[in-house]
């Protein structure tokens, strides 16, 4: 049975015949209950889910950047929504994800000068080394803004893997990152791994000074394939 709260002329929540009702973010809607689900399969409809798929998962990873972001504010639909839309338009070339096009999120801040990203990969280890220049100038960027990072793996097929959210207390003035992401043990030859970097405000700051007009997207920065070093006679 539907409710309505608003009175006779607002929206109404619940299941009412074939009529269902609902509010989502400030927004009453209608719909009526399907009578029959088509679910077509041909290759380009099957192109199409499996890459909207794909991105679903990398934002769902991602949300907490996502919600730190710019995008947050957008209206009428979340976050988590705005991203899915933006990477399914600009990101999708010949039908395929192209993962050095993906964006997570814009920040009231200035990007990151002269950023430089570079994998590392020894016989154990595989891991990121970040280094830009401290650019603080109190209008734009602060020293103690907050660096990002997302690092998105791939297979060796370029299927997506797995997303990992690196939102640290690195800070613009440090002018540098390492970051240790695992065992080389842990991932198989060919895995494709990329980074994105933004900066952020240090959210342990007052809320006055985060709305500065100035803006920078979490973006592509590097990209390493993973290969396993082989010890001589072995």
Do not use: C
Not at 23 to 37: E, F, H, P
Not at 108 to 130: I, K, Q, Y
Not at 149 to 159: E, F, H, K, M, Q
Not at 175 to 200: K, M
């Amino acid at each position: 049975m539907g409710k309505i709260k608003k009175g006779i002329l607002g929206g109404f929540s619940g299941k009412t015949g074939t009529v269902v009702g609902g509010s989502w973010k400030g927004i009453d809607y209608m719909r009526s209950l399907a009578t029959s689900v088509a679910n077509p399969k041909t290759s380009a409809q099957v192109t199409v889910r499996s890459n909207f798929k794909t991105l679903v998962e990398i934002m769902s990873k991602v949300n907490p950047v996502l919600k730190a972001s710019d995008w947050n504010q957008a209206k009428k639909q979340s976050a988590f929504n705005a991203a899915v839309r933006i990477n399914y338009d600009n990101a999708i070339v010949d039908d395929a994800i192209d993962f050095e096009r993906l964006s997570f999120g814009e920040f009231t801040r200035a990007g990151l000068t002269d950023l430089h990203a570079a994998f590392e990969n020894d016989e154990t280890n595989f891991s990121l080394d970040l280094t830009w220049v401290n650019d603080a100038d109190g209008s734009v960027s602060f020293a103690d803004d907050m660096v990002v990072v997302v690092i998105v793996r791939t297979s060796a097929d370029g299927n997506y893997e797995e997303s990992t959210i690196n939102y640290l207390d690195a800070k613009r003035e440090d002018e540098q990152l390492h970051i240790s992401i695992g065992l080389v043990e842990s991932f198989d030859d060919g895995d494709t791994f990329y980074a994105y970097v933004g900066a952020g405000h240090n959210p342990k700051k007052p809320k006055e000074i985060i709305n500065i007009p100035a803006k920078n997207v979490v973006r592509f920065s590097a990209a390493a394939s993973l290969r396993r070093a082989v010890n001589a006679g072995h």
